[in-house]
Nanobody
């Protein structure tokens, strides 16, 4: 069992930055592929970014490429999402998730691939 707790959400202005953190419980964090997803009001949850077990491979949704960066610190059991050049359309609840499967581009983008989810962190971007 893994528990995930997001932090770092809040209010930002357009073109501003925020960094989300997701702290995981347990001693097996380094064995999980980790992902970030988001859900805007009235919309389905969507993939944002994912990172492999050792941090050497990442994948991003086209909408956040070159603006967002996912990283992880296995010694701290934490995954991060650095969000730069924020836009109002980035407003959503952001969720981190843990996947037992090894990273592949296809697996990392699929919601059913993930076994554990955090409670979500609100990110609001004003214009």
């Amino acid at each position: 069992q893994v528990q995930l707790v997001e932090s770092g959400g809040g209010l930002a202005q357009a073109r501003g930055s925020l960094r989300l953190s997701c702290a995981a419980s347990g001693r097996t964090f380094s064995t999980y592929t980790m992902g970030w997803f988001r859900q805007a009001p009235g919309k389905e949850r969507e993939f944002v970014a994912a990172i492999g077990r050792n941090g050497g491979i990442t994948n991003y949704a086209d909408s956040v490429k070159r603006r967002f960066t996912i990283s992880r610190d296995n010694a701290k059991n934490t995954v991060y999402l650095q969000m730069n050049s924020l836009q109002p359309e980035d407003t959503a609840v952001y969720y981190c998730a843990a996947c037992l499967r090894p990273f592949t581009s296809l697996v990392a983008k699929m919601i059913p691939s993930y076994d554990y989810w955090g409670q979500g962190a609100q990110v609001t971007v004003s214009s």
